[in-house]
């Protein structure tokens, strides 16, 4: 079954691609999947309705919790972290006036604190919200880079 979310949320990714004016192949290589599925996902032939609707609703749920979501599907970090990127548009940002260095949220390799400081490596940062979950004074967050 979670083979079929995942396909859900793929489709609703690749279609949101498309929009943006992307390639099958382009798509493809981002969504990790065959270009025949993709055209598939494109022409409304795949996936099933019902998965579809599931998926629309992961979408609708807040970043925090569709992140984890989508993680809790698939073992490929990279694959979820373009999922997520795509599918909601976030990046993780850091609010120094709330933080108080406790270092709760140094359970990722993205981020690291120097003098009282949270750094976030974006590119290592895979969107998996552990960080998030963890922090006592919801210092760390996603916020939307867009809205397509």
């Known amino acids: 079954m979670p083979e ?11 279609m ?3 929009r943006k004016g992307l390639i099958q192949r382009e798509i493809a290589k981002i969504i ?17 309705e ?8 992961i979408e609708e749920i807040p970043p925090k919790y569709g992140a984890k979501l989508i993680h809790s599907l698939t073992d ?12 909601y548009g976030i990046k993780l940002l850091w609010d120094e006036n709330s933080c108080i260095a406790c270092g709760s949220c140094l359970v990722c390799v993205a981020l690291t604190l120097d003098d009282f400081t949270i ?3 974006e590119n290592a940062c895979c969107l998996c919200a552990s960080c998030i979950f963890r922090c006592p ?9 867009n809205y397509d």
């Not at 490929?76 to 599918?87: F, G, M, Q, R, T």
């Open 119 to 121: 750094n976030i490596d």
């Open 137 to 145: 004074t919801n210092s760390l967050k996603f916020v939307r880079e």
């Open 76 to 87: 490929d970090k990279e694959l979820a972290k373009s999922l997520i990127k795509e599918l």
């Open 32 to 48: 990790k999947s065959d270009r025949s599925i993709v055209s598939h996902y494109l022409s409304g032939r795949y996936p099933k």
């Open 50 to 57: 019902k998965i579809l609707n599931v998926a629309k609703i």
């Open 16 to 18: 949101k691609l498309r």
């Open 4 to 14: 079929h979310i995942l396909s859900g949320i793929k489709a609703i990714v690749a």
